[in-house]
Nanobody, 124 residues
Framework: VQLQASGGGLVQAGGSLRLSCAAS????????MGWFRQAPGKDREFVAA????????YYADSVKGRFTISRDNAENTVYLQMNSLKPEDTAVYYC??????????????????WGQGTQVTVSS
């Protein structure tokens, strides 16, 4: 599956952004989908994941209550709604697809396919 992330940009602290990730292929619903982020000089970290059906979600503690992951299997798209953004949310955000593991899998190595990343910058 090929993934294309979009929707990043520059926003002030407290603002909102919605990221999108469009997937190619007809097997989108067979993948757990996740979002990761990587800030300069830091490791890529897990942000959120959603089950194949979209009925279950899982979040990193740092974004819980502020970010919402969702998916539209008919449109082969996964979203990340980010509210109450903080400067520490600044990073390149990547969408990823996981064929084998559950949505509680948070390691980068658990995911099989990656999008190209979209930059999110939150100014203070």
């Amino acid at each position: 599956v090929q993934l294309q992330a979009s929707g990043g940009g520059l926003v002030q602290a407290g603002g909102s952004l919605r990221l999108s990730c469009a997937a190619s292929g007809r097997t989108f619903s067979s993948y757990v989908m996740g979002w990761f982020r990587q800030a300069p000089g830091k490791d890529r970290e897990f942000v959120a994941a959603i089950s194949r059906s979209g009925g279950s979600t899982y979040y990193a503690d740092s974004v819980k209550g502020r970010f919402t992951i969702s998916r539209d299997n008919a449109e082969n798209t996964v979203y990340l709604q980010m509210n109450s953004l903080k400067p520490e949310d600044t990073a390149v955000y990547y969408c990823a697809a996981n064929a084998l593991f559950s949505l509680s899998a948070t390691y980068r190595a658990d995911y099989d396919y990656w999008g190209q990343g979209t930059q999110v910058t939150v100014s203070s």
